[in-house]
């Protein structure tokens, strides 16, 4: 069997204003993944994310305006169908990610997974959340659990990996929309069939920059994850 390794693989790193901490993430991902392509999606920075991303040794895609983490993450999914890539990972420019983990990801692709998320709450590391956001966390991996068939504890987590024949649905429709980017995506690889697993990872406090999500919008997040939900499995 040709592995993961043996085959071209793209990291995404959707990217916006985060030129405090873009040449070290870049760096790391380039130490863990010596032979992966690094691609760094600008979207829309005012700031150096771009020119230090490429200092970096990072290929660079600056979007005009900002698109959302959503449209971003979809501009990588386009590069890498059109350049044949066997998979795609997705790792946050603010440090969080640990680019040493993206290995286990790959490793469950070659296993047979088409879609793995990078489980903060499965048993690796001291990652936590509570009030509103861990109770949508809840019900929401509930609701997904059902729908992929497999236990998941963690269906907000941006880090994941996508087998090349999602990589394909994904550079078509891959939401754009708020929280479509996590949990739209996992409903919508799971309809079709692909197969969704997770590992666990231990998640880091942001190195820089800033959330996108100020505190006054992230007290909807129970309702608008609900709605996310709600239509993903709707549509068709």
Partial sequence: ??????????????????????RAVVGEIRTALPAADVLVVDDGSTDATAARARAAGALVASLPYNLGVGGAIRLGYRYAAARDYHAVVQIDADGQHDPRYAHALLDRLDAGAD?????RFAGEGDYAVAGPRRWAMVVLGTVLS????????DVTSGMRAASRPLVEVFAV???????GDTVETLAMAARRGFRVRQVPVAMRTRAGGRPSQRPLRACLYLVRV???????LIRR
């Fill in 173 to 179: 429709q891959y939401p754009v929309e708020y929280l």
């Fill in 226 to 232: 609900l709605l996310a939900v709600l239509l993903a």
């Fill in 1 to 22: 069997m040709v592995t993961t390794v043996e085959r071209p693989v793209l990291v995404v790193v959707p990217a916006l204003n985060e030129a405090d901490c873009i």
């Fill in 146 to 153: 059902w729908l992929s068939g497999t236990r998941l504890t």
């Fill in 115 to 119: 879609l793995v998320i990078g489980a």
